[in-house]
Every structure is written in C-alpha cells, then in structure tokens.
C-alpha cells in the first residue's frame, strides 16, 4: 500500500488552519529526555501501585492462571466456567502458574503497561508518527491518567491486553505490505483470546488469501496441540460457548455493555434486543466495507476499517465491557492529526467523556449500573465511526490522475 510524502492520505484537505498547523509542528517535535524520563516513571508508578492493591496480577489474570494451575495438577481447565479462551491460553498462562504469587502480582501489571505503551508506539508509526514525539509522550500520559477503560485494564490484568498490542502491530505490518506476517500477529493474539475474530473480515476484504490461511491456522494450531495435552479439551464447545451465549453468571452480567445484554434491562424485549444487535452490528460491516472500497490510499484506511469492524462485533457480542475499547481508541487516537481523521469528529471527544476520570453520571455510577454508562460510549463511537467510513466521496471520471495539493499543514511526520 502506498504511503503519500509526508504521511498524509486521502482527500486533499484545507481546513486546517494556520493556528491547528502550528500546534501540530509542536506536537511533533521530541519531547526530550526529561519529559520520557517522567512519563516512564509515572507509568511504572502506576503500575507498582496496581500490584500494591490487587493480588494475583488482577481478578481477569487468575481465572486463567487458575486454569493453567489446574491443568499443571493433572485436573481440567475448562471445569471453571469462567476460564473463556482457547486451550492454548492454558499453556501460556502456565509460566504464571509456576511463580509465587508475590511475583505475578507485580509483573502481571508492569506486563500490561509495557503492552499498552508498545501498542500506542505501534499505533504512531501506522501514521508515521515519531515515538519520542511530544503528541506521543502526551498522548499517552492523558490515556493512562484519564481514560478510565485502561486503569480497568490493568487492574483487571485482562487479556485483552493482548489485542491492544497485536491489532496495531498487525496493522503496522500490513501498511508495510507484510500481509502474512499481519495474519500471524493476528492469530497469535487470537490463540490467547479471541478478541479479534472480527478482523478475519479485513483480510477478506483485502483478499489477503494467504495472511488469513496464517490468522485461522495459528490459533488452530495451537489449540489442536494444547488440547491434545490437557483432559476434555471439549469443554471449550460444550461448557464454555454455551455460558457465553447466555451471557455469563450472575458476575459478568452486571458489567456487559453489548446492546444483546444491556437493552433487556431496559425492558425491551431479549428477542428484540438480538435483532437490533445484530442489526447494529450488520450496519457496522456494511459501513466498513464501504471504508475499505473508497480505496484512498494511506493507512487510514487500514485502520479505520479495521476498527469499524471490532465495534460492530462489540455491539453484538457476549460479553462486552469498557476495556474492550482499549483496542480501537488509541488507533482513531493516533491519526488525529491526519487531516480528515475520525478523530477529528466533536462527537468522537463526546463519546469519550462519560469514561473519563472523575466525571460522573447521574444514577450510572454503581457497579451494577456501569454497563450503561459503557454502552453509551459504545454506541456513540460506534456511531460516529460508522458514519464517517459511509460517507460518501466525489466519484472521479476515468482515467482521473491521483495528484493531490498540497496543504498548509504537509509536513514530514
């Protein structure tokens, strides 16, 4: 895929003006030795602190290291319910399950925050943004210190943490014409949880035959060979699935933000709440697909597409919680300075806010009564997303040369 002089893709755009130019050259500079020195002291701090006040590396952690732990004693993993993910999850989880407890609590989050920042660096490169830039140092502090989705993560010490990493690295290298090697990451992730099953689509779309051979055998693989290690591999299909397409127990149910589990509990009807799920999430492809056929080039593409199609899953899948988000934000965030940007959207900063650190919402901040509050930012990015990959462009008549202008704001990222 081609990359336009400077990074910029897409349309010619004029609507920066000089004031937003100027702000953007600062962000770009490096933000120097001192303020990287800062930011990764801040970031460790939080994470010490995370493994002062959790046990176990984080409530999500144990149950699968729980899993592994039983594996290791010769019983089953899939016995607890609550283990979610494919047998191959077992055996990563095993080192974990060797260590004292003393010891996980205090990698696990230091893993986590190491897992984030690498994928908000993988994020920047897609568009060619420096690391060491005063937009990256900044932006991430703001993510770890307000967004509260990421302090659930890695208090939680969620797997999904490894989606947050591997969708931008995967982006990363398809953007570097390294399709494979994308369907490998991709599949890798999937193998440890299945998180980014929607972006088989992407690889359809691209018809990038040969990365999503590598996304679906990677994952196939690894859990063909865990299964055969461990007793009733089964379980997965006959205990697992069934558990979550009830939605879960008692414990997950409160926190689900999926339109299937949250309007229910607004007196529609379940049957109803399904279809306008799956409705939802049928719209989310469509508007997807009409991102990926426009065909602008430059990463934007990639990974506005890309996202589209993890909230459309989001919207529809059991479960879905706020840290589900982690994945796609950072992505729209690291292209804000793209001229036409997702990102760019007023309603896209609307989203964001009821998720923010300390901003509170009337009658929406019990624990129980959270999922709303996320459901909300659900819908409204999802929205937001969906409507600016449908939008329509100009069609160009044949033969039309692909030149571009060059705007105030073109300068080399």
């Known amino acids: 895929m081609n990359k336009d002089e400077g990074g910029m893709s897409g349309e010619p755009d004029e609507r920066d ?23 990764v002291l801040l970031l460790v701090a939080r994470a010490v602190y995370v493994a002062m006040v959790s046990a176990g590396g984080g409530m999500d952690n144990a149950f699968v290291v729980r899993a592994a732990a039983s594996w290791l004693d ?15 999850a077992v055996i990563a989880a095993a080192p974990q399950a060797m260590l004292p407890t003393s010891v996980v609590r205090i990698v696990v989050p230091l893993l986590v925050v190491a897992a984030l920042t690498a994928g908000w660096a993988c994020a920047l490169r897609i568009f060619d943004v420096a690391w060491r830039s005063r937009f990256a140092a900044l932006g991430l502090l703001g993510i770890f210190l307000v967004w509260a989705p990421f302090e659930h993560l890695i208090h939680l010490g969620n797997w999904t943490v490894t989606a947050a990493l591997a969708l931008p690295l995967a982006l990363l290298l398809a953007d570097r014409g390294r399709w494979p090697a994308a369907g490998a990451v991709v599949g890798a992730a999937i193998a440890l949880k299945p998180l980014l099953a929607p972006i088989v689509l992407l690889f359809v779309f691209a018809r990038q035959w040969r990365a999503l051979g590598w996304m679906v055998a990677v994952p196939a693989a690894a859990s063909v060979c865990a299964g055969l290690m461990m007793p009733d591999p089964s379980g997965f299909l006959t205990r697992t699935l069934p558990f979550l397409l009830r939605g879960g127990d008692a414990l997950m149910q409160p926190y689900d933000a999926s339109a299937v589990a949250v309007l229910p509990r607004l007196g529609v009807p379940q049957t109803v709440a399904v279809v306008v799920g799956a409705a939802a999430a049928a719209a989310g492809v469509v508007c997807a697909w009409r991102r990926w056929r426009r065909g602008d080039p430059g ?8 996202v589209m199609l993890m909230l459309a899953a989001f919207l529809v899948s059991r479960p879905s919680y706020d840290h ?21 959207s007023p309603w896209f900063w609307v989203a964001l806010v009821p998720q923010v650190q300390g901003i509170t919402l009337p009658y929406l ?3 129980t009564r959270r999922a709303f509050k996320d459901f909300i930012t659900l819908c409204a990015l999802a929205a937001t997303v969906g409507v600016h990959c449908a939008r329509a462009r100009p069609s160009r008549p044949p033969g039309y040369p692909e030149t571009r202008q060059v705007s105030l704001c073109d300068r080399s990222f």
């Open 365 to 367: 901040e019990g624990a």
């Open 299 to 306: 990463p934007a593409r990639l990974v506005e597409t890309a």
């Open 17 to 39: 003006s000089v004031p937003l130019c100027r702000a953007r050259d600062w962000l770009l500079q490096p933000a120097g030795p001192l303020a990287g020195t800062l930011l």
């Open 74 to 88: 010769g019983g089953a993993p899939y016995a607890d319910r609550r283990f979610l993910y494919l047998p191959s």
């Open 324 to 344: 589900y988000l982690v994945v796609v934000v950072p992505l729209l965030l690291a292209g804000v300075l793209q001229p036409g940007a997702a990102a760019r």
